[in-house]
Structures are given as structure tokens and as C-alpha cells.
């Protein structure tokens, strides 16, 4: 049976059984993950009161995106979608089980955190373009701008819940309970997978010709629409979309806060992450490239504006704007890609996509770590957004004459492109 929604209204997607069985497991499954990432950095910082460390834990756990995800988004091309799912989020539930019973022995050890960090890094780098791609075959080309928004505000009304109440249990039973919630929470999604309709999927031909990752980075390289919002978003990403750790550095070593107060500095960001994804809802006649670059300049500013917040209530009260900045900007990069990009090939083109965005972390989280260390927590928070900024001016002024106009390049053309380049 549908809901009684408006076709034109935010909440749409809404009419297909599919979205409505996903919709609520991944509600529990995002709270979950933000409440052991929040149990992940405090244990680092336990285990060792280091910045570097909690960088190198950061990038340990994003390291696996710049191997796997160009290959899970051409398993998204290749294969039944809902099955790889399947598989992915058992495995992270198995790395987040092992990891809270662990430290529920207290056996833990730091080289333990990193190497269950990098495995939830390789279901999340294969799972990622996977999910992303789904989703259209769950509520259909016309509701995917639509779904789209929803699925950001679902993740961060995750992180509304998730930080607070892994702070609090940390405050009453150290960081074990959180990575074992997490590892319950997957449950939830894999159950929902189990209980979708596949005749009801907005299902496309499967390519026989496009089999690797190759014709992938040629359609992008074709179109200046897509290649302009993700080499913003890499800068974006890699320097300014910090506050994990941003988060982590000032509530311990800047306002000599406990991990309740952590945890909430990760709730006050999710109310103007959330607010910034049910805007988005409704903003689709603006979502075009230059509106995104322009956002981007936005965040950045507001980036650097949150490293001058004098006390930890000032800190906090500015983290809303920068939660609706970011995912204003992000949640419109996140619809461009997914809607100009032909279905047959969308799997590896958000492969590449979650490449860029998450593939500097490797390297940006370390140096965040390091630059602390030597020269300041609030100087190294105005760094990243400078750096930000920079870029996305300079990406503004270079492409604001060519990026917004009809970008259409069919599949054929990319085929033959690349087998030219091949031959020669």
C-alpha cells in the first residue's frame, strides 16, 4: 500500500515499499556508525592522547577507498546489487563485533583499532558506490533527487543521536558498548535487504561491453559538469569536512572537555546537517554545478570562521551553520553526479565519486594530526578552510563559463574513445 504523500513534496520517495523497509534499517545503522566513530577517536585518545595517532587511525580507515572503490563501483555494474549489500554490511558488523569485545576484555591494543579500522574501511569503500547506485533502482530516475536528500538527512539524523549517546555510554561504560550497538545495528540492514521486492526495482539492461573501471574516468573526463563538482569536493573533503577530528582536538586539548561534551559537539553539527538536508529536498531547481562551487566557497568561509570561536559554547553554537553549509553543498555535488549520469554506467561513476571524496583522507587526516601537534589546533582548523577556500575559488574563476551548459556524452562515444586510447 502507498502513503498518502504528495508526488511534488519532500518526502515522495516515500511511495515505494522498497524505500520504506530500507529507510528505517539504515536509520538505526547510521546511529549506530556515528556512535563508534565517536567510541573509535575517544579509544585512540585513550590509548595514546595523541593527534597523530588519531589522524593515522582516521586515514587507516579510509585508506581502503583508494583501492576498492573504483572496483565496487563496477560490481554495482556487474552484479545484483542487494546481494553485494548483503555481504558488506556483514562484514562490517563482524569488524565492529570484534573490535567492542575486545575492548569489553580489555585486551585492546592500538594496532587492533587500526587493523579493524582498515577492515570497515573495505566493506565501506566497496558498499559505498554500491548503496549509492541502489538507490535508484529502489525509487526510480524521477525520485532519486528526491531520495537522495532523504538518505543525507536519515545519515545525519544519525548523527544527531548517534555522538550524544556514545558519549554518554562511554561516560558509564567506556567505548566497548558503542562498537558493539554498531555491530547490532548492521542487523537491521541486512534483514531489510532480505525483505525487498526485486520485481519492484527500477532495474536497467547490465552492460556486456563496459566491464571495467576504465570507461568510467573517460565519461567523467568528458563531462566538465561532473569533473568540476568532484574536484571541488575533493578539497572539500580532504581539508575542510574535518570535524571528526576537528571535534576530538578542541573538546580535549583546546576546552579540556570530557566525552559527554565531545559527544554533543557531534550532535550540535547533525541539527544543521539534518536542517541542510531537508532544505536540499527542496532546492533541486538550483542544483547546478556553479550553485555548487558556489556553496563550497561558503563552507570554507565558515570553516575558517569556527576556528576563531573563543569558548566551547561559542564553538558548538557555530557548528549548525557549518553542518548546513556542508551538507547543502555536499547533498547537491552527491545529486548532480547520480542524475546527469547514465544508469549503465552510474555504479563506477559514483565509484570514482566516493573516490575523490573520501580518497584524501589517506593523507589529510595525518597531516590535520601532525599540524595540531606543531602549530596549533585552531591554526590548523583555519588552514583546512583556507586551503578550502583557495581552491574553490580558483575552480569557481577558471570553469564558471563552461560547467553549467547541456553536458551530454553517450555511452558509445566513451567506448570508442577509450579503445582508441588503447590501441594507440
Not at 504523500?5 to 545503522?29: D, M, Q, T
Not at 567506556?174 to 537491521?188: D, K, M, R, V
Not at 579540556?256 to 536542517?275: D, N, R, V
Request: glycine share 8%.
Amino acid at each position: 500500500m502507498r502513503l498518502s504523500v504528495n508526488e511534488e513534496g519532500n518526502w515522495r520517495s516515500f511511495r515505494h515499499r522498497n524505500y520504506r523497509i530500507l529507510f528505517p534499517a539504515n536509520a538505526v545503522s547510521n546511529i549506530g556508525s556515528w556512535a563508534q566513530r565517536i567510541a573509535q577517536d575517544w579509544l585512540v585518545l585513550e590509548l595514546t592522547n595523541s593527534g597523530t595517532y588519531l589522524g593515522l587511525v582516521t586515514a587507516l580507515q579510509f585508506a581502503p577507498v583508494l583501492l576498492f572503490s573504483l572496483h565496487g563501483g563496477a560490481l554495482a555494474d556487474r552484479f545484483n546489487k542487494r546481494k553485494v549489500l548483503i555481504a558488506t554490511n556483514i562484514a562490517g558488523g563482524l569488524s565492529s563485533a570484534v573490535l567492542g569485545i575486545l575492548v569489553m576484555a580489555n585486551v585492546v591494543a592500538l594496532w587492533h583499532v587500526f587493523l579493524l579500522a582498515f577492515a570497515l574501511g573495505v566493506s565501506t569503500a566497496i558498499d559505498g558506490p554500491v548503496r549509492q547506485s541502489f538507490t535508484n533502482e529502489v525509487v526510480g530516475h524521477d525520485d532519486l533527487p528526491n531520495a537522495v536528500s532523504l538518505n543525507s538527512a536519515n545519515f545525519n539524523a544519525g548523527r544527531l543521536i548517534g555522538p550524544a549517546v556514545s558519549g554518554f555510554l562511554i561516560a558509564a561504560f567506556g567505548t566497548g558498548p558503542s562498537f558493539l550497538f554498531n555491530a547490532f545495528s548492521y542487523l537491521f540492514v541486512i534483514l531489510a535487504l532480505t525483505q525487498l521486492n526485486e520485481k519492484a526495482f527500477f532495474t536497467t539492461e547490465k552492460s556486456s561491453t563496459m566491464t571495467n573501471v576504465r570507461e568510467g574516468i573517460a565519461y567523467v573526463r568528458a563531462r566538465p559538469d561532473l569533473y568540476v563538482v568532484m574536484a571541488m569536493v575533493f578539497f572539500i573533503a580532504t581539508f575542510g569536512l574535518n570535524f571528526q577530528i576537528f571535534n576530538a582536538l578542541m573538546a580535549t586539548k583546546v576546552f579540556g572537555k570530557g566525552p559527554a561534551s565531545y559527544g554533543l559537539l557531534g550532535t550540535f553539527i547533525a541539527i544543521g546537517s539534518l536542517s541542510g538536508a531537508l532544505i536540499s529536498a527542496r532546492l533541486e531547481g538550483f542544483r547546478k554545478t556553479l550553485f555548487v562551487v558556489r556553496a563550497g566557497i561558503v563552507f570554507s568561509l565558515v570553516v575558517i570562521i569556527l576556528s576563531l570561536m573563543p569558548t566551547y559554547l561559542a564553538y558548538a553554537f557555530w557548528l549548525p551553520v557549518c553542518g548546513l553549509a556542508a551538507l547543502t553543498t555536499l547533498i547537491t555535488a552527491n545529486s548532480i553526479v547520480q542524475v546527469n549520469t547514465d544508469p549503465v554506467i552510474r555504479g563506477r561513476v559514483m565509484g570514482l565519486y566516493l573516490l575523490i571524496f573520501m580518497g584524501g583522507t589517506p593523507f589529510g587526516s595525518p597531516l590535520i594530526g601532525v599540524m595540531s601537534e606543531l602549530i596549533g589546533t585552531r591554526q590548523t582548523i583555519a588552514a583546512c578552510g583556507a586551503i578550502s577556500l583557495t581552491a574553490t575559488t580558483v575552480i569557481y574563476l577558471k570553469y564558471r563559463n563552461r560547467v553549467d551548459l547541456p553536458g551530454d556524452i553517450s555511452i558509445s562515444a566513451v567506448l570508442k574513445t577509450t579503445n582508441s586510447s588503447k590501441n594507440n
